[in-house]
């Protein structure tokens, strides 16, 4: 089954780090550009970062440039956003999407609670 | 940063309407633009890509048009799986930004 499954939200302190993974499986993880969207309780979407197939190109929103780094591992295919330095306005749900124009596979998502 | 604003916020409408939902880019993003569906509980999908085609598997009462910053989702004969909230993205340059979404209501 072709699927997107993240993993690694939770509750965490401000000023704390966590790391989220993304499990791809069913296609070629390696043929395509990964990014992270993320979804604050009861706003709007908003992306978060991009990294091409051989990460090469990596690309941040200004809210969280300094702070969050995007990875991937092809032979693991997996995709990872490591976020440092968390506060209240990260919480969200942070999903996970495959390909750079065309975002027709999305993960359920993982909830990221960042309070004291 | 291209700003993507989308009108009305909400909209209120019957099954077999037709409703459009508009969304202007700040700046001329060519056709470098997304619409998804998104329920509550649940992860955005994708309905059109490219301004105006078609994600497989998505009933052809969905459609798209426009091109360089104002663009519209149209949807014919609205069934009842219909009622969600949509947003448009831009992918023309980074942040690949989204409009702010409409929910769309049940009259």
């Known amino acids: 089954e072709v699927q997107l499954v993240e993993s690694g939200g939770g509750l965490v302190t401000p000023g704390g780090s966590l790391r989220l993974s993304c499990a791809a499986s069913g296609f070629t993880f390696s043929s395509y550009s990964m990014n992270w969207v993320r979804q604050a309780p009861g706003k709007g979407l908003e992306w978060v970062s991009s990294i091409s197939s051989r990460s090469r190109d990596i690309d941040y929103a200004d809210s969280v440039k300094g702070r969050f780094t995007i990875s991937r591992d092809n032979a693991k295919n997996s995709l990872y956003l490591e976020m440092s330095s968390l506060g209240v306005d990260d919480t969200a749900v942070y999903y996970c999407?495959?390909?750079?124009?065309?975002?027709?596979?999305w993960g359920q998502g993982t909830l990221v609670t960042v309070s004291s | 940063d291209i700003q993507m604003t989308q009108s009305p916020s909400s909209l209120s409408a019957s099954v077999g309407d037709r409703v459009t939902i508009t969304c202007r880019a700040s700046q001329g993003i060519s056709t470098s633009l997304s619409w998804y569906q998104q329920k509550p509980g649940q992860a955005p999908k994708l309905l059109l890509y490219g301004a105006s085609t078609l994600e497989s598997g998505v009933p052809s009462r969905f459609s798209g048009s426009g091109s360089g910053t104002d663009f519209t989702l149209t949807i014919t004969s609205l069934q009842p799986e219909d009622f969600a909230t949509y947003y448009c993205?831009?992918?023309?340059?980074?942040?690949?930004?989204f409009g702010q979404g409409t929910k769309l209501e049940i009259k």
């Open positions: 993205q831009q992918f023309y340059l980074t942040p690949y930004t």
């Open positions: 999407a495959r390909d750079r124009l065309r975002w027709q596979l």
